[in-house]
């Protein structure tokens, strides 16, 4: 049995037992992920297409480990005007293992994703947020420079 995975703006085939490299996903190693974006289930001669997605499909993976890409250099340059920028990059990736590839007929076993934050945990953030506020110190400072240099114009 394989399934068509989507993650990180990517799909993956999948197996059980397979061991794939995605963009980074926020877990920890050895901690149980579940992939619900199912596009495309295969068994055989058996095979479902979702629209978008395959209902109650999911597959579990273990995090094997958090690491990341090869170094990327990226070159630019303009003829004829002397000018060359150059910037490297290296990708965060997540290694996973994949352990079960659940269909409708099964339930889920193992833990859901996180869930959101509630508005109740961004309340005290807000309140926080105002109390920050220094603008008025700025403004005292910015009198005494223009002083300073009126004098300087006098002597």
Same mark, same amino acid.
């Not at 058996?46 to 395959?54: F, L």
């Not at 990226?74 to 060359?84: A, E, L, Q, T």
């Not at 953030?125 to 114009?153: R, W």
């Given at each position: 049995?394989?399934?068509?995975?989507?993650?990180?703006?990517?799909?993956?085939?999948?197996?059980?037992?397979?061991?794939?490299?995605?963009?980074?996903?926020?877990?920890?190693?050895?901690?149980?992920?579940?992939?619900?974006?199912?596009?495309?289930?295969?068994?055989?001669?058996?095979?479902?297409?979702?629209?978008?997605?395959?209902?109650?499909?999911?597959?579990?993976?273990?995090?094997?480990?958090?690491?990341?890409?090869?170094?990327?250099?990226?070159?630019?340059?303009?003829?004829?005007?002397?000018?060359?920028?150059?910037?490297?990059?290296?990708?965060?990736?997540?290694?996973?293992?994949?352990?079960?590839?659940?269909?409708?007929? =099964? @339930?889920? *076993?193992?833990?859901? &994703?996180?869930? $959101? +934050?509630? %508005? /109740?945990?961004?309340?005290? !953030?807000? #309140? =926080? @947020?105002? *109390?920050?506020?220094? &603008?008025?110190? $700025? +403004?005292? %400072? /910015?009198?005494?420079?223009? !002083?300073? #240099?009126? @004098?300087?114009?006098?002597?």
């Amino acid at each position: 049995m394989y399934a068509v995975v989507k993650t990180g703006g990517k799909q993956y085939r999948v197996s059980k037992d397979d061991t794939i490299l995605v963009e980074k996903l926020d877990a920890q190693e050895g901690e149980l992920v579940t992939l619900s974006d199912v596009i495309m289930l295969g068994d055989g001669a058996n095979i479902t297409i979702g629209k978008p997605k395959v209902a109650n499909a999911a597959v579990e993976a273990k995090v094997v480990s958090q690491t990341r890409g090869p170094k990327i250099i990226i070159f630019r340059r303009k003829r004829r005007k002397n000018h060359r920028r150059t910037q490297g990059h290296r990708q965060d990736l997540t290694l996973l293992k994949v352990t079960d590839i659940l269909t409708s007929a =099964k @339930a889920p *076993a193992a833990k859901k &994703a996180a869930p $959101a +934050k509630s %508005a /109740a945990d961004e309340k005290p !953030a807000a #309140k =926080k @947020a105002p *109390a920050a506020k220094k &603008a008025p110190a $700025a +403004k005292k %400072a /910015a009198p005494k420079k223009a !002083a300073t #240099k009126s @004098a300087a114009k006098k002597a």
